[in-house]
């Protein structure tokens, strides 16, 4: 079913925000981000060792989407989530991730346990 008019733009703002996510850097942001009320900007490069610039970069695309906020108190930045949901999506993401990982480990072991292919049998 093709989506109405009014569909539209709601869905174009649901896949801005996984947009948003689409990078292991502004994953990592995010999750950083989680384990604390707030973190500076400085903290956050020590802890990712991007270039001022870079980190820059992806925390503008992260306020563009609405995923963090920032403040500025004297000559510092400090960032936060900008909903304490985005904590949760961030667990069932790793939920999600730790249970793909967890079938493919399945699926190479039981390829491993493949009786041996020797030459003679091809």
């Known amino acids: 079913m093709p989506l109405s008019q009014s569909q539209r733009p709601l869905y174009e703002v649901k896949a801005n925000l ?11 942001i995010l999750e ?5 009320d707030e973190v500076s900007v400085a903290a956050l490069q020590a802890e990712t060792e991007l270039e001022a610039s870079h980190l820059s970069q992806h925390l503008s695309v992260l306020r563009r989407h609405h995923l963090v906020a920032s403040e500025r108190r004297a000559s510092h930045v400090y960032y936060r989530l900008a909903d304490p949901r985005i904590r949760e999506l961030l667990a069932v993401t790793r939920a999600l991730l730790l249970n793909i990982l967890s079938e493919d480990r399945d699926r190479l072991d039981a390829a491993q346990s493949l009786p041996a292919i020797t030459a003679e049998s091809l």
Do not use: Q, V
């Not at 950083?32 to 604390?36: E, K, P, S, T």
């Open 18 to 28: 996984f947009k948003g996510l689409a990078h292991p850097y502004r994953i990592r």
């Open 32 to 36: 950083l981000l989680a384990d604390a």
